[in-house]
């Protein structure tokens, strides 16, 4: 199996009035474990249903390995669909739900449940074959979904949060899982999550949406440490906000004003003074001040503090708003109360047009 | 029984039983139970009863007579053969009033064969009918299930749903009025010039088994698409999707995923359909107002108001009643469905 790779040239999908998908250019190289993230509703599974041929886009091309898809139903695509749900067949038996794909193409008995077994075991479900999906477990399932659509040797595999409806262990499990599957396959995956936490895990790539809009597409570790929009910043990870106009900017630094006095950060988009702005810190790069004073600091109140394990969550209230920070779990966060001095490096804060932010 | 006491309590569970005992007897033991009796005996009337018993009238008038003219020492030989007679006569009478029932299953045998081959034919149109209703009625229960945007499906439910609040004689008469003689289709063949009213050189649609036909499906199709209606449209639309996505042509899908999981439904639709049409009295009297052979269920009729041999009746809707169950255990085999499903 060899996956191919996926263009959106200028997509736009409407229903009827209303632009469920904005015009997005995208593309999906051959073999990349992509993800679409975004918040419910911002029209993730609407792309999914194009590129698998279940709706045509209003606008634009699709296309697969290089072929314009237009006027190819589901069953002409080198693509599968894993549902959200599943979608197994429950009065069909493990091996036949597998075999199923290949039963269509017309492939004779024993060919196809020797074909089913080998990817049932594959998936390490041998002794599972002769079951029916209702006597498996949530993560089993999803292994039978997962040889379902690999038996059809798809290019491209599409999963629409199929691991949402996994606990939280079995969740994680079955991301390595994924993950070593797509290696093997070299099959392109696109998986779809409104998770971070499993986009950013299993993912080369990711693109966030947010309503009908692809707002950055970039690899895992930049969407992570260089987010180009205030709502990637927020939705993608945490991060400290503070708000207010630019007062002072070069090609390299910007400082805006807030309550707590001038802040310094990174001008990512070349602000100038007066421009309203927006600064983000994550937790884990703002710090308790004590011996060296970064160059950013304010007093903030002590509010909680909630273990992680290895790591402690520390909440703080400044005058601008809440403050957390992140910091390893290695037993010197002594005893905080009433007010206490936080702050960071410039050059680990980023100041970015204000924008909409996720709030949840 | 247990898990009743569990959930309902002592008090609701036996209201529950007792209304369920109440129902099976009264409304299914009591008047099939009586049926099946009533089939099972016929009275064997002497003809000569009538005039045995006017002979034995006579004879106790002329032993009375004799009693009084007769000498004293033979009197009481007279006076026994007047007791016998008046307890012979009390006896014949008594056949008269409440005549000895003869049981067995004589009903059941001695059908004519005429009458078995009409048996047969019902049997076989009604079969028929279901495999015709079952055909018409799949594929529109599909499109109101899974295909026609909701609104759309709302309004064909409608509109199959109207007919039916119409009462079931001014339907089939609807049907009437289309297939008769000078009916819709004989008017507009006319109008197109292909019969003359005037010469009799019209369709006689009406004189055809396929008029019964057409009214019979029309008069239950309803049977048909709902229960196939229900157990499709808890179908999850999303194993349609996949089924197309593996590449499964429609045929495929049908076989292999629509019809497996509405299997319940469609043995419930053919069972009600069946079992409406094969006992379907009204539709056939209609339609053939007696021009062509007679439905089974007319027979039964007939044998009931018109013969008055309720006991020949009751062995004639008894065995309907058997063909029906064996029609139901055979569905149930043939689509490998239990009650518990058909049930649902
Ligand atoms: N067939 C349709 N007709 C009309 N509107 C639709 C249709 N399908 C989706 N939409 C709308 O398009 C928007 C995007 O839907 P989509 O299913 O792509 O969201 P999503 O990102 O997959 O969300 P979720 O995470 O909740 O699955 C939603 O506002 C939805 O209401
Ligand atoms: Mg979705």
Redesign the interface.
């Known amino acids: 199996m060899r996956g191919k790779d996926v263009q959106l040239r200028d997509v736009v999908m409407r229903f009827g009035s209303f632009t469920a998908v904005q015009k997005t250019n995208l593309t999906i190289e051959a073999g990349e474990f992509f993800s679409i993230l975004g918040p419910s509703g911002c029209g993730k599974t609407t792309i999914l249903r194009m590129v ?3 709706m045509e886009p209003t606008e634009g091309s699709i296309l697969i390995g290089g072929d314009d898809m237009r006027g190819l ?3 002409k695509r080198p ?3 894993i ?3 599943l ?1 197994l ?1 429950p ?2 038996s493990n091996w036949e739900n597998v075999a ?2 290949l ?3 017309g492939i004779d008995k024993t060919a196809r449940r020797a074909k089913a077994y080998e990817l049932l075991s594959m998936v390490g479900l041998e002794g599972h074959e002769e079951k029916t999906p209702a006597e498996l477990s949530g993560g089993q399932k999803q292994r039978v979904a997962i040889a ?2 690999l ?2 040797e798809p290019a491209v595999l599409l999963l629409d949060e199929p691991l949402s409806a996994l606990d939280l262990k079995l969740r994680q499990h079955m991301r390595a899982e994924l993950k070593e599957i797509q290696n093997r396959t070299g099959v392109t995956f696109i998986f779809i999550t409104h998770d971070q936490g499993e986009a950013l895990t299993m993912s080369d790539r990711i693109a966030v949406m947010k309503a009908g809009v692809v707002e950055q597409v970039d690899t895992v570790d930049n969407i992570y440490a260089n987010p180009k929009t205030p709502f990637v910043a927020t939705f993608v990870g945490e991060n400290n906000v503070l708000e207010g106009k630019v007062t002072r900017a070069d090609a390299e630094y910007a400082a805006i004003e807030t309550p707590y006095g001038e802040v310094r950060g990174l001008n990512q988009d070349a602000l100038t003074a007066g421009d309203r702005a927006m600064l983000f810190v994550r937790p884990e790069r703002t710090a308790l001040v004590n011996g060296v004073i970064p160059e950013n600091h304010f007093e903030a109140a002590f509010e909680r503090r909630d273990l992680e394990g290895a790591y402690v969550n520390l909440f703080f209230r400044g005058s601008a708003g809440p403050i957390i920070v992140h910091q390893p779990n290695i037993g010197m966060h002594g005893h905080l109360d009433g007010n206490t001095r936080v702050g960071f490096n410039a050059r680990d804060a980023l100041v970015m047009r204000a924008g909409e932010v996720d709030n949840d | 029984m247990t898990d009743l006491l569990r959930s309902y309590g002592r008090g609701l569970s036996w209201i529950f039983v007792s209304l369920t005992a109440f129902w099976i007897l009264v409304l299914i033991v009591l008047p099939q139970g009586f049926m099946l009796e009533t089939s099972l005996w016929d009275i064997n009337r002497d003809d000569q009863l009538g005039m045995k018993i006017d002979r034995a009238y006579s004879d106790l008038g002329l032993l009375e007579y004799d009693v009084t003219a007769a000498a004293e020492a033979d009197k009481p030989a007279i006076q026994a053969k007047i007791d016998a007679l008046q307890s012979e006569i009390a006896d014949l009478e008594s056949q008269e009033t409440d005549p000895p029932r003869e049981y067995g299953i004589q009903n059941y045998t001695k059908m004519s064969s005429l009458h078995f081959m009409i048996f047969v034919k019902s049997i076989v149109y009604a079969l028929m009918v279901t495999a015709l209703a079952l055909v018409v009625c799949y594929p529109i229960a599909f499109a109101i299930a899974k295909v026609a945007p909701p609104q759309r499906a709302a309004l064909m439910l409608l509109g199959l749903v109207i007919p039916y609040a119409i009462n079931e004689l001014l339907r089939v008469y609807a049907w009437l009025m289309i297939l008769d003689y000078q009916g819709v289709i004989n008017s507009v063949l006319m109008w197109l010039g292909m019969v003359e009213f005037a010469d009799k050189s019209w369709i006689p649609f009406l004189e055809y088994s396929g008029s019964v036909f057409v009214a019979l499906i029309y008069a239950y199709v309803l049977f048909m698409i709902f229960p196939i209606y229900n157990t499709v449209d808890t179908l999850d639309r999303n194993q349609l999707e996949a089924a197309k996505d593996l590449g499964a042509s429609t045929f495929k899908i049908h076989w292999r995923i629509v019809i497996p999981h509405a299997k319940p439904g469609i043995a419930v639709g053919c069972i009600m359909t069946f079992m409406l049409s094969v006992g379907s009295y009204s539709v056939p009297q209609i339609m053939t107002r007696g021009k062509s052979g007679d439905w089974f269920s007319q027979l039964i009729y007939r044998q009931f108001f018109e013969a008055q041999s309720w006991n020949v009746g009751a062995a004639y809707s008894f065995s309907l009643v058997l063909v029906c169950l064996a029609f139901i255990l055979i569905m149930m085999k043939v689509f490998k469905v239990g009650i518990r499903d058909i049930a649902k």
Do not use: D, H
Request: hydrophobic share 55%.
């Open positions: 698998s041929g279940f139903g589901p069953a693509t599968a669909l549902f959200q749900n979608a067949f009065l069909m199923f794909g039963e269509a193409r379902r659509a038996a059809v």
